[in-house]
């Protein structure tokens, strides 16, 4: 697939800079799946469009403050985010955003007190950095910054309200870099009143990392690498999604985090294992999913692995004249925008 089916126009102020002040008061565009048919709705009427016996997936990953502004010997500026710890001794893979080569054995300062070596580069664009001493998680609980996307404009850095609103209300195991963001729409009123109604929810986990900001710069989709990221499945989240196929239930997952951890899990007669692993799942038009009936997700960057897994979904065709109706409507993209459910 030509990377190029994937664009879209959208006007810049369409880009949604700041949470809005109820998590589930966004809208939500619903979407029959290759029908092609719209409905506008509100999130917070989302069971309306669930029936009792269905199963949200959700995805319990944890933001990190994985952003550290460092100081080099020689003065100039470093900014490192983190992308996953390496081993335990202190040394994670990282980005580095900076002036000039970074040699191995260089000491960068982020604090008085917090420090690292650059280790060199691990697998390009990546490199790695080993912290000294100490506790490294408890030092980017001082330190660090909420990794907001690059869209989000925050010329003096994110605020408390990026601190508590770029995490999801079941968010549990630290290690992600960026949310899983259909989840920020969730409150925990909203889930009794699903759980009410006779839609439960169960947890896995996919820890975000740098690969959801990559474009595609493969000449087709499907030639496009991410680096892998850790997921689990629990062994209760499996029984359940076999419990919900068995009466005729649907598996609505929530995500594409969600979805590239359920399609690894997968087995060949589409049940679900639980267990851990690591995935560098692409997944793009032509793929036949297996593990999910329904999706809850945002509204994603053209050219994006996110947007080619919604398209898989839904149908290129259908999801791009979604978009087209979603922005002439004035809804808000990416992280802090608005919804769409696929049925």
Known sequence: MDPAALDYALDPALIAQHPLPA???????????????????????????????????????????????GRRASG???EILLTEPLDDDGTWVCLARKSGRLRAGERIAFAADFAGVWSGVADPP????????????????????????PYIARPEGPGNEDAVRYQTVFARVPGAIAAPTAGLHFTDALLASLA???????????LVGAGTFLPIRADAVEEHRVPAERYDVPPATAAAIAATRARGGRVVAVGTTTVRALESAVDGEGRVRAGAGRTALVIAPGHRYRAVDALVTNLHLPRSSLLALVAAFAGTEAMLAAYAAAAQAGYRFYSYGDAMLIL
């Not at 939500?28 to 309306?48: K, M, P, S, Y």
């Open 23 to 69: 998590r589930d008061g966004g809208r939500l565009l619903v979407l029959g799946r290759g029908r092609g048919v719209l409905t506008h709705a509100a999130f917070r009427e989302l069971g309306a469009w669930l029936a009792p016996g269905d199963l949200l997936v959700v995805n319990d990953a944890a933001v990190i403050p994985a952003r550290l502004a």
């Open 126 to 149: 990546f490199g790695s950095i080993r912290f000294e001493g100490g506790d490294a998680m408890a030092a980017l609980g001082r330190y660090g910054r909420v990794p907001l996307p």
């Open 76 to 78: 100039g500026g470093v």
């Open 196 to 206: 009410a109604r006779g839609v439960a929810h169960v947890t896995l986990t996919l």
